[in-house]
């Protein structure tokens, strides 16, 4: 059982920038693939960006070139920076973790847009 922490939320203005943190219980060098999930108020939950143990990463659309997702294996730490933030990426994030094919999820951190 891999257990997940996020934090880094909070109020932001649109046009800012939040950094979001995700610390694993198990060891970095382990967990094939970190990712960014989030789920704003009645819609359904969308993939942000998720990066493999080695690979480059993937991001949705509507965060391209405005968000980056990293990983420090020895901190068993995942980062999502956020820059250039909008209203529309009102949601909870969540961390997600996958290790041998199965999926570890985050109780969410809450970021929110608005002036």
């Known amino acids: 059982q891999v257990q997940l922490v996020e934090s880094g939320g909070g109020l932001v203005q649109p046009g800012g920038s939040l950094r979001l943190s995700c610390v694993a219980s198990e060891s970095g060098f382990s967990i094939d693939a970190m990712g960014w999930y989030r789920q704003a108020p009645g819609k359904e939950r969308e993939l942000v960006a998720v990066k493999k143990r080695w690979g480059s990463a993937v991001y949705a659309d509507s965060v391209k070139d405005r968000f980056t997702i990293s990983r420090d294996n020895p901190r068993n730490t995942a980062y999502l920076q956020m820059t250039s933030l909008k209203p529309e990426d009102t949601a909870v994030y969540y961390c997600?973790?996958?290790?041998?094919?199965?999926?570890?999820g985050g109780k969410g951190t809450l970021v929110t847009v608005s002036s």
């Open positions: 997600d973790a996958e290790v041998r094919g199965v999926h570890y």
